[in-house]
T-cell receptor
Framework: DGGITQSPKYLFRKEGQNVTLSCEQN?????MYWYRQDPGQGLRLIYY???????QKGDIAEGYSVSREKKESFPLTVTSAQKNPTAFYLC????????????FGPGTRLTVT | KNEVEQSPQNLTAQEGEFITINCSYS?????LHWLQQHPGGGIVSLFM???GKKKHGRLIATINIQEKHSSLHITASHPRDSAVYIC????????????FGKGTLLTVNP
């Protein structure tokens, strides 16, 4: 079955630690995205990548970093510079970028204390 | 001001009722998406449309480009339809970004 996997579903970290969230897709999609969801707010774009070895900042990239070394993988690192890291993080992918349907992973809920 | 506004924010219905969720946007778009998010958090894409109307089972989505408005209808609603429904729009040109509404929480009681 094709799809997007994110692991783990729940992640707990101490303040000051970097943490990496995994996102893998086997849909052969070129574009991948990371979103953050907070209560009462719409999803906000953190980073996106249109092709391997290329990525662009979204609206709220500060305190986050990504890599796109393989087409299937787009890991997100939440660094200690991110002031409010506790949130629900969603990864998505699409065939291309323009007006293509995005497929979402199950999400990772990160809690930093 | 959010460029995508959904109404209502919360909606409670009885099983079997016809449901309408509205989405208004303020900019030109190339596509509009309707998404469903269940309590576990995962999001499923329901529709992507740029004009007219689409139907899938009991779900119908319409869009009026001139009025910058879309509606999602659910016929014969069922408790399993309880979820958050999210509208998202994609700008024109080479803009890859989706702008999301805050979602509508639908609860269908048996």
């Amino acid at each position: 079955d094709g799809g997007i996997t994110q692991s783990p579903k729940y992640l707990f970290r101490k303040e000051g630690q970097n943490v990496t969230l995994s996102c893998e897709q086997n849909l052969n999609h070129d574009a991948m995205y990371w979103y953050r969801q907070d209560p009462g707010q719409g999803l906000r774009l953190i980073y996106y990548s249109q092709i391997v070895n290329d990525f662009q900042k979204g609206d709220i990239a500060e305190g986050y970093s990504v890599s796109r070394e393989k087409k299937e993988s787009f890991p997100l690192t939440v660094t200690s510079a991110q002031k409010n890291p506790t949130a629900f993080y969603l990864c998505a992918s699409s065939i291309g970028g323009r007006a293509y349907e995005q497929y979402f992973g199950p999400g990772t809920r990160l809690t930093v204390t | 001001k959010n460029e995508v506004e959904q109404s209502p924010q919360n909606l409670t219905a009885q099983e079997g009722e016809f449901i309408t969720i509205n989405c208004s946007y303020s900019v030109g778009i190339s596509a509009l998406h309707w998404l469903q998010q269940h309590p576990g958090g995962g999001i499923v894409s329901l529709f992507m449309l740029s004009s007219g109307k689409k139907k899938h089972g009991r779900l119908i989505a319409t869009i009026n480009i001139q009025e910058k408005h879309s509606s999602l209808h659910i016929t014969a609603s069922h408790p399993r339809d309880s979820a958050v429904y999210i509208c998202a729009v994609k700008g024109g040109g080479s803009n890859y970004k989706l702008t999301f509404g805050k979602g509508t929480l639908l609860t269908v009681n048996p």
